[in-house]
């Protein structure tokens, strides 16, 4: 596992999670960033997924093309918007990123980059964010015997010093 500082939108990997919402249609932050980077190729991919199944919910992951961006897929996932730890966002989180995992494994992805799922405008607190994802792309790696890379993306330094933290 691998951290950095940076703009998952530049990665060269076989595939980047996106922090996605439910409408899979683009957002804000880097969810909005994936949207406009990779260009339409992306949006046309989500909404062939939306009117099969309509949209993605929380805690489960898709895969559409990466369009313009350097990696090979986009892995959305939906992260639980923070209502104080009492409607099961802890589960909820485990499950994005287990489901994204699997699907890299589904695609024989050999290297993928997480962002800080659910850690921006849905509120979840960092540190318990970043101990699950850390604790749960352990675990999966562990239990499956998957061999791939993980790098976790942080765009911002308070998530980076976290994440370092917790690594290393």
């Avoid at 090979?72 to 730890?85: E, L, R």
Wanted: aromatic content about 8%; hydrophobic content about 40%; glycine content about 12%.
């Amino acid at each position: 596992m691998k951290l950095i500082k940076g703009d998952i939108t530049k990665l060269t990997v076989d595939a980047i999670v996106n922090a996605a919402n439910t409408s899979l249609l683009g957002g804000g932050g880097v969810d909005g960033a994936i949207h406009r980077a990779g260009g339409p190729a992306i949006l046309e991919d989500c909404k062939r997924i939306r009117a099969r199944q309509g949209g993605c919910n929380v805690g489960e992951a898709v895969i559409t093309t990466a369009g313009n961006l350097p990696a090979k897929y986009v892995i959305h996932t939906v992260g639980p918007v923070w209502n104080g730890g009492k409607s099961s966002e802890e589960s909820l989180l485990t499950a994005a990123y287990k489901n994204s995992l699997a699907l890299a494994v589904e695609y024989e992805i050999k290297s993928i980059a997480f962002p800080n799922i659910s850690t921006g405008i849905y509120r979840f607190p960092k540190e318990r964010a970043a101990e699950i994802a850390i604790t749960t792309v352990k675990g999966f790696l562990h239990t499956t015997g998957a061999d791939f890379g993980v790098t976790f993306v942080c765009f911002d330094e308070e998530n980076y010093r976290i994440y370092e933290t917790l690594l290393y």
